[in-house]
C-alpha cells in the first residue's frame, strides 16, 4: 500500500507519489527492481474536468516479470491523504 498526503502540485501528483509508494513497497517485499508506467486521461468541459488513471508495474527479479495492478483508492475525509492498494497479479 502507498499513501501520500496533499500534495503541493495537486490531486494529480499525489495520487502518482501514493502510486510510486505502493510499487516500491511490493518491490522491497520482493527483493526486485522497479519499472513503472501511468497513463492519465482528462476530460474537460467547461468548468468541469474529470480524470481517470490507469497504472501499471512491471517488476522484475532474475528476468523474471511480475505484474501488479492497483485493486483500489481512497482519501481520508479526515486529513486528505489518498491511500493506494495494490496487488501482485
Known sequence: MGQCAPHIKGKAE????AILRAINELALQQS???DSSMVMEIE????????????EAFLSADGVVVHAHIEEVW???KDETLYVWMIKD
Open 32 to 34: 526486485v527492481s522497479v
Open 14 to 17: 499525489q495520487r502518482k507519489v
Open 44 to 55: 474537460r468541459s467547461g468548468m468541469m474536468a474529470k480524470s481517470k488513471s490507469k497504472s
Open 75 to 77: 482519501i481520508d475525509p
